[in-house]
Each structure stands twice: as structure tokens, then as C-alpha cells.
């Protein structure tokens, strides 16, 4: 580890130098005593593991250095040592992203140096816990999938047993919305970051899984660029493009019909738009009366998860033809 003592008084650099390195005799101590000092302290490898920073210093402050240590090594953890100041500027450093505050004096040398010592062992359990924590998260994520899997093959096992066409429909449109569920979740834990998730490449494997709905006459578009999304909007989002691109495939094509449905997503300032369009029958003769999308759960669930994210929904005939949806939503989960 590194250390940086920051401080334009020589004498209480050397001080400040003999104290912390009986904390840390292993550790290298760079002593800084001015910019040009501070600039070759920053630009050396490894980043610095712990600054000690005087407040007043004659080319700035202590807040300047911890900005451009920060800027460096973002948890490097900083004690501010210092004759200068007050209770306030204690509470500003501590604000300021200061571990700890110790006056600049003989007697408080070796205050200095625990304090030194318990901001490191701070950060260094900061980052235990959250390595442990995403862990953990991956963990509970890879499990999820492989269970979403399991239900999927009952699902799948249910329906094969049953003789009743309609009920082996129904459980078969369960098991493609469990699958969409599951496919989230495939790609939010490959891609590393569980926070967001890449939709568009989300849309091109559900357009490659659902096509086989349309026994190959019907090819599936997908018309978008980058579109990494939150995961709380990503989620009920892609449930919606399931549904509407499911349902495109299954009714808007009868009798042997070919055709194209086409996808595309659109990310605009603070929405977002997701289009599913087909050059099917039309729903003027494709849906049945009484709601935009049908009377099925399927149309059930998607006004429910579209107000469930304050978006609005808008069906109507395609320029060429066919049906139109077109999905708006803010571009973050309502909280």
C-alpha cells in the first residue's frame, strides 16, 4: 500500500511520516510537499491506500487533494491532520468524505496514527462486505434462473398430459411467459451488472425464440441500437414485449398467412418507446371486440404492467396494414 502524507510543513511531515509507518511498516510513505509533489505521488502505480492531508496548505487545501486522490483511487481512505479550523471545518471534512479528523499537534501523533489505521480497516471491510454482498447476489440470481427452469419443465410435463387442447394452450403460454422471466434473468447475471440489463440484445433472443410461433412464415425484425436498461424497467418491460409479439404471432397470421413483425425500441429524453408492429389481418378483424388487444390474459397483462409503470398503451391499424403497438414509458421506475 501507498501513503500519502500531504503537508507544506516539512517538520510535520516527518512526524506525521515516523508515526504512521509504526502502523504500517510494510507500506510505502510518500511525503508531499507541494502540486509537482502531488502530481508524481498520483501518477505513480499502485493508486494510493491512504492519504493524510494537513487542512491549510500554501497552493490549496486539503479538499483539493482529496478530490484529485478520489479522482485517483475513489475509496482511498483520508484523514485530515491539522492545526487549522474548528468543530465546523471537522464536520465539513468529515462531510467532505473525510474518514477522520485529528488536530495537528505532539500529543495527538498518535492519535493520528489509529486513526490512520481504523480508516483503512474500515474501507478494507466496506469492500469485504460488498464483495460478499454482490456474490451473494449472483448467487441468489443463478438460483432463481435455474428454478424459473425447473417450473418451465413441469410446466411443459403438465402440459403434455392433459387431453384438453385449450388447457395445454394455456399452460403453454404460462411456460413462454416463465421463459421470458427466465431469459431476463439469464442476461442480467451473464452480464455482470445487476443493476441494469441490455434489452435490445434481450429483444433479438426472444425474437429468435418466439419465431417458431409463426412455423416459419412469419420473420421477426428487431430495429434497435444500444438499449441498456434498469432492471426495474426492464423487466416488466420485456413481459410486455412477450406479450405483444406472442400475440402478433399467434393471431395475426391465420390460415396459413405469411408476413413480418417488426420490433423497435427507442430511447428518448426521460422515455421510452417500444413498438410491435405486424403487417398481419389487422385488428379490425384479427381481435376480438370489447378490448384493444383481446379479451385473453395476455392483453389482461399487459395494461396491468404498462400502469404499473405509468406508461400508456396505443393500439391501432399500421400504415400497411396490420396492428400496431406502441409502448411509452419513463425512461426510469417509478418509485
Not at 392433459?162 to 399452460?171: F, G, M, Q, V, Y
Not at 424497467?233 to 412477450?242: D, H, T
Not at 413498438?275 to 379479451?295: F, H, M, N, Q, W
Amino acid at each position: 500500500m501507498r501513503i500519502l502524507i500531504c503537508d507544506d510543513d516539512p517538520d510535520f511531515r516527518t512526524l506525521a511520516h515516523r508515526q504512521v509507518r509504526r502502523e504500517f511498516l510494510e507500506d510505502e510513505v510518500v511525503e508531499v510537499g507541494d502540486p509537482a509533489g502531488l502530481a508524481d505521488a498520483l501518477s505513480a502505480e499502485p493508486a494510493p491506500g491512504l492519504l493524510v492531508s494537513d487542512y491549510s496548505l500554501k497552493w490549496g487545501d486539503g479538499f483539493d487533494v482529496l478530490a484529485a486522490v478520489r479522482a485517483r483511487a475513489p475509496d482511498c481512505p483520508a484523514v485530515m491532520f491539522t492545526g487549522t479550523g474548528d468543530e465546523e471545518l471537522a464536520v465539513r471534512a468529515i462531510k467532505a468524505g473525510f474518514d477522520d479528523y485529528v488536530v495537528k499537534s505532539p500529543k495527538q501523533l498518535r492519535r493520528l496514527a489509529a486513526a490512520c489505521r481504523a480508516a483503512v480497516e474500515r474501507t478494507e471491510t466496506r469492500e469485504r462486505l460488498r464483495r460478499h454482498g454482490e456474490l451473494l447476489t449472483h448467487e441468489l440470481y443463478h438460483r432463481l434462473h435455474n428454478n424459473l427452469q425447473l417450473v418451465i419443465g413441469l410446466i411443459s410435463f403438465t402440459a403434455r398430459s392433459l387431453s384438453d387442447p385449450e388447457a395445454r394452450a394455456r399452460l403453454g403460454d404460462l411456460a413462454l411467459r416463465v421463459g421470458s422471466l427466465s431469459r431476463l434473468q439469464e442476461r442480467l447475471y451473464r452480464g455482470g451488472n445487476l443493476r441494469e440489463i441490455d434489452f435490445a440484445a434481450y429483444l433479438r433472443e426472444l425474437a429468435d425464440d418466439l419465431a417458431t410461433l409463426g412455423d416459419g412464415r412469419v420473420a421477426v425484425e428487431i430495429r434497435t441500437g444500444d438499449g441498456v436498461l434498469p432492471v426495474d424497467v426492464a423487466v416488466p418491460l420485456g413481459l410486455v414485449a412477450n406479450e405483444l409479439m406472442t400475440n402478433a404471432l399467434k393471431h395475426a397470421f391465420p390460415e396459413g398467412r405469411g408476413g413480418r413483425v417488426t420490433v423497435g425500441l427507442r430511447i428518448a429524453s426521460g422515455e421510452l418507446e417500444l413498438e410491435v408492429r405486424d403487417d398481419g389481418v389487422g385488428i379490425a378483424t384479427g381481435a376480438a371486440s370489447g378490448a384493444p388487444l383481446g379479451t385473453g390474459s395476455g392483453s389482461g397483462i399487459v395494461e396491468r404492467l404498462v400502469a404499473q409503470m405509468r406508461g400508456r398503451l396505443d393500439v391501432s391499424l399500421g400504415v400497411e396494414g396490420g396492428t400496431r403497438c406502441l409502448v411509452t414509458v419513463p425512461r426510469e421506475a417509478p418509485s
